[in-house]
């Protein structure tokens, strides 16, 4: 038996094209600045507010230009995932993991 086929696409120019879903997202990295929420066309994700444990009030930790300490972006529709990375293209500290899927049965 051979391997599962790959969704494929066609672009407008007739080139093949494998989309590349998004699979996972780091929420402990996410700075919660919604670039990726912004940019989505099918509304894969969605801001959470993080519980007030979760944040680290230490301000000897200022190495880094957060644009938020106090939300984070989750995947609320993946299935809604057209594969067009748009989100990772734009996300500051790269919390995408994307990768082709085999077309479903």
Same mark, same amino acid.
């Given at each position: 038996?051979?391997?599962?086929?790959?969704?494929?696409?066609?672009?407008?120019?007739?080139?093949?094209?494998?989309?590349? +879903?998004? &699979? *996972?997202?780091?929420?402990?990295? $996410? #700075? =919660? /600045?919604?670039? !990726?929420?912004? %940019? @989505?066309?099918?509304?894969?994700?969605?801001?959470?507010?993080?519980?007030?444990?979760?944040?680290?009030?230490?301000?000897?930790?200022?190495?880094?230009?957060?644009?938020?300490?106090?939300? +984070?972006? &989750? *995947?609320?529709?993946?299935?809604? $995932? #057209? =594969? /067009?990375?748009? !989100?990772?293209? %734009? @996300?500051?500290?790269?919390?995408?993991?994307?990768?082709?899927?085999?077309?479903?049965?």
């Amino acid at each position: 038996m051979g391997a599962e086929p790959i969704i494929t696409g066609i672009t407008r120019g007739g080139i093949v094209w494998t989309p590349q +879903f998004v &699979t *996972l997202l780091n929420e402990e990295k $996410c #700075i =919660g /600045c919604g670039r !990726c929420f912004k %940019v @989505c066309p099918r509304d894969v994700l969605t801001i959470v507010q993080r519980a007030i444990d979760d944040v680290d009030f230490d301000d000897d930790d200022d190495d880094d230009d957060d644009d938020s300490d106090n939300s +984070f972006m &989750t *995947l609320a529709n993946p299935m809604d $995932c #057209i =594969g /067009c990375e748009a !989100c990772s293209r %734009v @996300c500051p500290k790269a919390c995408f993991t994307h990768e082709a899927l085999p077309v479903a049965a």
